[in-house]
């Protein structure tokens, strides 16, 4: 699709989850790559590398009073979801459960705090109040957020794909942007490096789709351009587990021992 647009194909490592980084899987990464006859440019970009570049996005959203500290674990915030309407399911969004806002300030009144180390503690975004400006009007638009989609969502979205203010606070909610163990998040590395790499183009996962919208967000925020999306179907095994090397699920090379072609692969997932 890149060289089909008269571009290029990029790959970038996305390595800041320290735990899940291995010199092996890495490896395989580039073995199943240039198996489906794909190339790119050397260097490649890692992530691991960029800490500081995310830092600096950071202290511009915690400057706008679009961050604040967060030391929620992950039972606090089940326990906080679970305790008002026990036997009702939470909101689920793009990362699980919408969180219930337990450490959220009461209003945004510390801008003239130095911002944690990201390191150090977990940032959200202040959904609330990054939406009112992430949603102003621009010129010429409207007074919500899209992006334009090549592929196909979930539910069949194709084409413009609007969301307002009101779906980001219900069902996006208060986002984590930099992790204690990271000193960033997968959703603020990837709109950075986007913007950095000047791409114009993401092809990706269907399960990434509802992530979109945080990215759009984070683009605006920011005032990085918006690329092009074309989200496709997932390769699932015979259960309907998704293809991840992180679990059981069977991998690329699983299929390839058993006979199976890139073009197999590519009519799989619908490219």
Request: with cysteine.
């Amino acid at each position: 699709m890149a060289r089909a647009a008269g571009g290029e194909f990029l790959l970038r490592i996305e390595d800041i989850d320290r735990s899940r980084a291995r010199p092996e899987w890495e490896d395989l990464i580039y073995e199943d790559l240039r198996w489906l006859g794909l190339s790119w440019e050397l260097p490649v970009m890692r992530q691991s590398e960029r800490l500081p570049v995310y830092a600096q996005a950071l202290d511009r959203l915690w400057q706008g009073n679009l961050l604040y500290p967060c030391n929620c674990t992950r039972r606090d915030i089940a326990e906080a979801l679970g305790a008002p309407q026990e036997g009702v399911a939470p909101t689920l969004g793009p990362d699980g459960p919408v969180y219930p806002g337990t450490c959220r300030p009461p209003r945004p009144d510390r801008a003239v705090c130095p911002m944690p180390r990201p390191a150090d503690t977990t940032l959200r975004l202040w959904m609330a109040i990054a939406a009112g400006c992430a949603f102003a009007p621009r010129a010429g638009e409207p007074a919500a957020a899209f992006f334009s989609e090549e592929g196909r969502g979930p539910e069949g979205q194709h084409g413009l794909v609007p969301f307002d203010a009101t779906e980001a606070r219900d069902r996006i909610g208060d986002i984590v942007l930099a992790r204690r163990d990271m000193g960033t998040s997968y959703h603020l590395s990837v709109v950075v490096d986007d913007a950095a790499q000047g791409i114009t183009h993401v092809t990706r996962g269907e399960d990434l789709f509802e992530a979109t919208k945080i990215h759009v967000i984070l683009q605006r925020l920011l005032d990085l351009p918006t690329p092009v999306y074309h989200h496709h179907r997932l390769i699932r095994d015979e259960t309907g587990k998704r293809l991840a090397k992180r679990d059981d699920a069977r991998a690329l090379r699983t299929y390839r021992e058993e006979g199976l072609t890139p073009q197999d692969i590519r009519r799989m997932i619908g490219l």
